[in-house]
């Protein structure tokens, strides 16, 4: 509980005088920075051996960016980080038979995993881009480039907030593990509940380092995939009267689905669950036959409250799904070590509590780093917490550079300030977290 060293300008007292002038909460966590900071942090000295690694990083980023990794090719990108993290410090790093990176400071009691996807989206059409994709342009202070947001940029903080947590001293009760998960893009929490069930390790807490404008994320809606087969009887399409054609009756399903749209649950702070046909496909012997089967393909979010059995069962109850089948599909592709370790395609939707420990810590961080709190908010899209958290339980939270709507696109960038704030943040956190759980309890 020592006083929070500030540095020159502490700035805390005015802005929190500032905050209560009004009638209402600017933010539910002002009452944080009214109270004692529950670690001491030399931002000042945080800041400067960040600010000191910035072309350390971009170096890192860029070298990451030039090496192509679609999820089941991550072999060369994770041998890559592999050598950065020995060369900064870490006390271990080992790949576990999936093909994650585990690479681990200090051996504390407290287990904070902290985890970065290695694999990228493919760059799709080349003539779509403006630059190279796997070249990493630094321009106007962005690093562009396929993976540039997502994520390589949060493993160049990581491996970075490495180094500084060692260079100046911030170890304590815990132990940090660094991963590089494998297969995100494809099976988003597969590495992580392989790591939590496999690789023996108990997390106290995940972070996250996906994008998130240097925000504080707390969960998102969770998602499935669904298929629905209809069956009918082929015929020469000469004579459609002698066959039963699937497609006609899948045609009444698909409409049903777009209604069934409009009437899913909202929630205040996830939003609303949606179902979109994205797919439709008939096996037929020929195209001049009535064909014998038809499948349409659903992407599902899930907002809270909503589950693997009450999605299926919505379907399920649909005039036009009489007598079809329902499928939650199943990911079983092998990692690039040749594991295969298959999961249904049903990513539970994940939500801490504005309240818990975990949250609290990362505000405390920020607000020990910034004098003020971070903006708290979620993901639109999907990421490893649906592992780590939607499936195994362990408290997930996301704070990563880079802004999440150009993850995928052509625009993909991230800013070279967020890779300094971004380490800041991650070398910062582990005492925080240690220190925010010993005020809770006691
Ligand atoms: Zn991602």
Same mark, same amino acid.
């Given at each position: 509980?020592?006083?929070?060293?500030l540095g020159r300008?502490?700035a805390?007292a005015?802005?929190v005088?500032?905050?209560?002038?009004?009638?209402h909460?600017a933010?539910?966590?002002?009452d944080?920075?009214?109270?004692p900071?529950?670690?001491?942090?030399?931002r000042?000295r %945080?800041?400067?051996?960040?600010?000191a690694?910035?072309a350390?990083?971009?170096?890192?980023l860029r070298?990451l960016i030039?090496?192509?990794?679609?999820?089941c090719?991550e072999?060369?990108v994770v041998?890559r980080?592999r050598r950065?993290?020995?060369q900064?410090g870490?006390?271990? %790093?080992?790949?576990?038979p999936?093909g994650n990176?585990?690479g681990?400071?200090?051996?504390?009691?407290?287990?904070?995993m902290?985890?970065? @996807?290695?694999?990228?989206?493919?760059?799709?059409?080349?003539n779509?881009?403006?630059?190279d994709?796997?070249?990493?342009?630094v321009?106007?202070?962005?690093?562009?480039?396929?993976?540039?947001?997502?994520?390589r940029a949060?493993?160049a903080?990581?491996v970075?907030?490495?180094?500084?947590?060692?260079?100046?001293? !911030?170890?304590g009760?815990?132990?940090?593990y660094?991963?590089g998960?494998?297969?995100? =893009?494809?099976?988003?929490g597969l590495a992580?509940?392989y790591?939590?069930?496999?690789d023996?390790?108990? &997390?106290?807490?995940v972070?996250?380092?996906e994008?998130?404008n240097?925000?504080v994320?707390r969960?998102?809606?969770?998602?499935m995939?669904?298929?629905? @087969?209809?069956?009918?009887r082929?015929c020469?399409?000469?004579?459609? =009267?002698?066959?039963?054609?699937?497609?006609?009756?899948m045609t009444m399903l698909v409409?049903?689905v777009?209604?069934?749209n409009?009437?899913l649950?909202?929630?205040s702070?996830l939003g609303?669950?949606?179902?979109a046909?994205t797919?439709?496909?008939?096996?037929?012997?020929s195209?001049?036959?009535?064909?014998?089967?038809?499948t349409? @393909?659903?992407?599902?979010?899930?907002?809270?409250?909503e589950?693997?059995?009450s999605?299926?069962? =919505?379907?399920?109850? !649909?005039?036009?799904?009489?007598g079809a089948?329902?499928?939650v599909l199943?990911?079983?592709?092998?990692s690039y070590?040749?594991l295969?370790?298959?999961?249904?395609k049903?990513y539970?939707?994940?939500?801490?509590e504005?309240?818990d420990p975990?949250v609290?810590? &990362?505000?405390s961080?920020h607000?020990?780093l910034?004098?003020?709190?971070?903006v708290?908010?979620?993901?639109t899209?999907s990421?490893?917490?649906?592992?780590?958290m939607?499936?195994?339980?362990v408290?997930?939270i996301g704070?990563?550079?880079g802004e999440?709507?150009?993850? @995928?696109?052509?625009?993909e960038?991230?800013?070279?300030?967020h890779?300094?704030e971004a380490?800041?943040?991650?070398?910062a956190?582990?005492?925080?977290y240690?220190a925010t759980?010993r005020?809770?309890?006691?």
């Amino acid at each position: 509980m020592g006083a929070l060293k500030l540095g020159r300008h502490t700035a805390r007292a005015p802005l929190v005088g500032a905050l209560k002038l009004g009638r209402h909460k600017a933010c539910p966590y002002e009452d944080m920075m009214a109270a004692p900071q529950p670690a001491p942090l030399d931002r000042e000295r %945080i800041a400067a051996a960040a600010q000191a690694c910035e072309a350390d990083m971009v170096r890192f980023l860029r070298d990451l960016i030039a090496i192509p990794a679609e999820s089941c090719h991550e072999g060369p990108v994770v041998e890559r980080i592999r050598r950065e993290m020995k060369q900064v410090g870490f006390d271990e %790093i080992r790949v576990d038979p999936m093909g994650n990176l585990l690479g681990r400071i200090g051996s504390g009691k407290k287990i904070i995993m902290m985890d970065s @996807h290695t694999d990228t989206v493919g760059v799709g059409d080349p003539n779509e881009w403006s630059w190279d994709p796997y070249k990493g342009k630094v321009e106007d202070g962005f690093v562009y480039g396929r993976g540039a947001s997502d994520q390589r940029a949060g493993m160049a903080s990581l491996v970075y907030a490495g180094k500084i947590i060692k260079q100046l001293g !911030l170890l304590g009760d815990y132990t940090l593990y660094v991963v590089g998960s494998v297969q995100e =893009e494809d099976c988003d929490g597969l590495a992580w509940v392989y790591i939590l069930k496999e690789d023996g390790i108990r &997390a106290d807490c995940v972070v996250l380092t996906e994008p998130t404008n240097l925000r504080v994320y707390r969960g998102h809606r969770g998602r499935m995939e669904i298929e629905v @087969h209809i069956r009918g009887r082929s015929c020469h399409a000469s004579a459609p =009267e002698r066959g039963d054609n699937p497609i006609y009756k899948m045609t009444m399903l698909v409409r049903e689905v777009e209604e069934l749209n409009t009437r899913l649950r909202t929630d205040s702070f996830l939003g609303k669950g949606t179902v979109a046909v994205t797919d439709i496909r008939a096996m037929s012997p020929s195209l001049c036959a009535v064909p014998g089967a038809c499948t349409i @393909h659903l992407d599902r979010r899930l907002t809270a409250g909503e589950t693997r059995e009450s999605a299926v069962g =919505e379907v399920k109850a !649909l005039a036009g799904a009489k007598g079809a089948e329902v499928e939650v599909l199943r990911y079983e592709q092998p990692s690039y070590t040749g594991l295969a370790y298959p999961m249904e395609k049903y990513y539970p939707t994940w939500v801490l509590e504005e309240n818990d420990p975990l949250v609290q810590a &990362a505000v405390s961080t920020h607000v020990a780093l910034h004098g003020k709190p971070p903006v708290v908010d979620k993901w639109t899209f999907s990421t490893n917490g649906v592992g780590s958290m939607g499936i195994m339980g362990v408290p997930t939270i996301g704070f990563g550079p880079g802004e999440e709507d150009v993850a @995928h696109s052509v625009k993909e960038r991230v800013p070279i300030h967020h890779l300094v704030e971004a380490a800041q943040f991650y070398a910062a956190f582990p005492l925080t977290y240690v220190a925010t759980l010993r005020n809770f309890r006691g």
